[in-house]
């Protein structure tokens, strides 16, 4: 009997640690696309300056190119405006809606509003507002380092203190 029961607590005790964890890393997860997304913006930059190629062509590109689940969101787009005739600022706005990152809302708002102007300008227009949309995701990357650092320790030390604490209650 003591064996289950120790079992029990101790499977408490790692819920709550492990639940701590996940917690925590979605702050770190949040950093790391916010600069994955401004590395795949550089990207699409150089290409509409220097390629001239389609959006769909450049998107296509960086869907098959990048290994994060950002990937996912270029292929939607493609996916969008191919399959469903939608414009490329409803298909942009929708896969960014659709997308299963860690990103908050305020992120996601910066980048859908990048998606409204693409392929609406001259090359040197879409090249202006990527850089801008590229400055305030900078911004963005700050502020998650911030409440990575912040949050991240505060977590997994809360998800081990509660589990601690349901065991020594149930003990």
């Known amino acids: 009997m003591q064996i289950i029961k120790f079992s029990i607590l101790t499977l408490i005790f790692l819920s709550s640690s492990y639940i701590g964890i996940l917690i925590s890393k979605r702050y770190s997860n949040r950093e790391i696309e ?17 390629t001239y190629q389609p959006l769909t062509e450049i998107f296509e590109y960086t869907s098959k190119n990048t290994i994060s689940a950002i990937s996912k969101i270029f292929k939607n787009i493609n996916i969008n405006i191919n399959t469903k005739n939608m414009s490329l600022a409803n298909a942009w706005i929708e896969s960014i809606d659709n997308s299963n ?4 809302e305020e992120d996601k708002n910066i980048i859908k509003a990048l998606g409204k102007v693409l392929g609406k300008t001259d090359v040197e227009g879409q090249v202006s507002e990527i850089e801008v949309t590229i400055s305030f995701i900078d ?15 505060l977590y997994k030390t809360l998800g081990t203190i509660i589990g601690l604490t349901i065991v020594i209650i149930l003990v």
């Open 34 to 50: 916010l600069k994955e997304f401004k590395k795949i913006l550089n990207t699409i930059k150089t290409k509409i300056k220097f």
């Open 101 to 104: 990152l860690n990103i908050n």
């Open 139 to 153: 911004n963005q990357i700050q502020k998650a380092e911030l409440e990575r650092q912040k949050n991240e320790k």
